[in-house]
């Protein structure tokens, strides 16, 4: 192998394979699909983020959130996701259209939010589980995102926003509150639209023994 | 050269166009400041690196550690300390040994260095950038390429100066042979352009839609491994083995097997981190299946590697330069034939998602590219700065604290991933008790931090004292143990 120009050859054909078949392909044939019309209301699946929403993926982004959770439904045998509740049916392509990026995750050092909009659609939950994950559930090793958040004295009302129940080392003294950033609003509006559960006729929902 | 057997053509060391001591003196001479100026800021990047990862390490089991901070939540230190040890360390110290080797194998002295002094500068503040980027909040989160897209055209630029040198010292090689490092470092230069600028245009600067994202992230995070880092750890492991122990590399025709399978089929194994997920089956199966045929590169280069070794094992007892490069080489074949077995989807049921793809991962940048690189630099500073190392006992404590911290992580990430995995199937296991399995283990992968941090602190130090030429009085290469008689006579230490 003296020829330069036969390696270079061989080393771009070799390559431009994989850049054909895992890269130009996907992005014409997934990249290019369409959101679905629903009859019955004359909406999509899946349905159009709310601005919040779309603005929460760079907080999730921004904080990492993928790291220890998928955003992947699969199906038996590969897995037991459905048995476990983490969704109805398999996620397939279609429900990341909207998603930017689209957070498919590969670990699970906390658990799948493909769904977590339909298990936990509180609100109030959300902020204090981010402010204080570990008076939620005690076992949990999830960091808290206090920074999401800001402590202020109550002038006059309290807030309508200001998070409830709140009762770890961090939470407020009395003639305090804490109050969501527009990062926190935002991060929790996209929790909250994670909801893989709307039919599609590519994905059946299969039947549970 | 038309009289000269392949077999004797191949071994740098038989060619009758091999270099006198003069000749390559001089041409190492010329590769002394930007080789340098890459190791250096690779072992800083290091330190960095290896304190990022051990407190993220230490995140997943004491959440309150370092906690409430925008700066240091996990989800920053996690894709700073990749970041960091990907382009601030790894690439780096590859980009340093390539060019040696580069230099070396063309025959020629360096040309154009300020191209590539230009190239050190910019590469290290595109890291610096991106990775206060990462830790500022700037990431988009796609696993590996974390590094906003502010930064990327900093090493962009970097790497065209790099890249225009390459094809530069091609274009001026004196004639001869082609050895086999010499095809890996021109496809890795010419592969990593094209894999970064695709990655970065689709996902980073003008993103695609919906569930490409992932197949394209995968194909390049993959690939980067596959073929950046791995043919950059062989072409120095083709180099440095039959150099040290002086004989030449077994078999031509099992390298350039080795070679092509590489290319053909590593590039196509990237979805196999997305088995189950959502993608036409196509995608996945053929994968699954380039997985498994990579058996055929690893298993070449092992016996290639094995049979060149085979009757010098001994020079291992002596040889610091050898020993790291023989643990990076078997390594190699271990991770490799672990990272096949990981894309069998019955068994990847099992694995997907937990602790058992870091330890795996760990295992080959770390076990494999990282120990040949330390074996490299330990044979490459003494050629460029004129001192040799201080310490045998000081690299002794660097290779043992670093091949015992690795061990100890690889195995435990691996064993808790299992236990973490059978825990996510178990449709009667609840989500704790998938954390109360890996718990334990990531204890002790958290421990094995500070073996690897020791090994990088004592590194650190030895490369310094080279850069200022201080220790011990200089008698000969520092050697673990004294070579016999004819070892002495063949071996480059």
Known sequence: MNKLPLIFLGVFITFASSWIGLVAYPFLTLGKMEPLPDEDTGGYFPPAMSGLAV??????????????????????????DIKKGLG??????????????????????????????????????????????????????????????????????ASDNAVKGLKGSYAPPSGYEVVPTDDAKALVAYLISLKRNFPLPESPEPALE | MKSQSLISSFNPANDPNTLDSYERAEIDASTRVPVLLFFGSAIFWLLIGSLLGLVAAWKMTH??????????????????????????????????????????????????SKLLIAAAI??????????????????????????????????????????????????????????????????????????????????????????AQGAVNWWFAHNILGLWFTPLGLASAYYMIPKVIGRPIHSYYLSILGFWSLALFYSWNGMHHLIGGPFPAWMVSASVVASIMMFIPVITVAINHHMTMRGNFGALKWSPTLRFTVFGAMTYTIVSFQGSSMAIPSWNTFIHFTDHTIGHAHLGLYGFFTMIMFGAIYYIVPRLVGWEWPSATMIRWH???????IGIMVGALTLGGILQGFAFYDPAATFRTSLEYATPFRIIRGLSGFLLLGAHVVFAILFTQMLLRIG????GPALFATPTEPEKEVAAV
Not at chain 2, 162 to 170: A, L, Q, R, S, V
Not at chain 2, 183 to 203: S, V
Request: glycine share 8%; net charge positive; hydrophobic share 45%.
């Open chain 2, 399 to 405: 290779f043992w604290l670093s091949a015992i911290g």
């Open chain 2, 122 to 211: 910019f590469w290290n503040l595109g890291v610096l950038v991106g990775v206060l980027g990462i830790l500022a909040g700037d990431s988009r989160s796609i696993e590996w390429l974390e590094i906003p897209g502010y930064a990327t055209p900093i090493l962009f630029v970097a790497y065209a100066f790099i890249g225009i040198w390459t094809i530069i010292m091609f274009r001026f090689r004196k004639p001869g042979h082609v050895y086999v490092s010499q095809w890996y470092l021109f496809a890795a230069f010419l592969w990593f352009p094209w894999l970064y600028a695709t990655a970065n245009i689709l996902l980073v600067w003008s993103p695609i839609q919906g569930s």
């Open chain 2, 63 to 112: 959440p309150a550690l370092l906690d409430g901070m925008a700066w240091t939540t996990f989800g920053r230190i996690r894709p700073a300390h990749l970041n960091t040890v990907i382009y601030g360390w790894a690439s780096a110290a590859g980009i340093g040994v390539g060019i040696w080797l580069m230099a070396r194998l063309c025959r020629v002295a360096l040309v154009h």
């Open chain 2, 472 to 475: 011990r009085p200089q008698e």
């Open chain 1, 55 to 80: 603005a929460g993926q760079r907080v999730y982004a921004a904080n990492g959130c993928v790291y220890c959770h998928s955003q992947q439904v699969r199906l038996a045998p590969l897995s037991t």
């Open chain 1, 88 to 157: 109805p049916r398999q996620t397939v392509a279609r429900d990341y259209l909207r998603a930017q990026p689209a957070f498919l995750g590969t670990m699970r050092t906390g658990p799948d939010l493909s769904n977590i909009g339909a298990r936990q659609p509180d609100v109030n939950w959300h902020h204090q589980h981010l402010y204080e994950p570990q008076t939620i559930t005690s076992w949990s090793v999830m960091p808290p995102f206090r920074h999401l958040y800001k402590m202020q004295p109550i002038e006059g009302q």
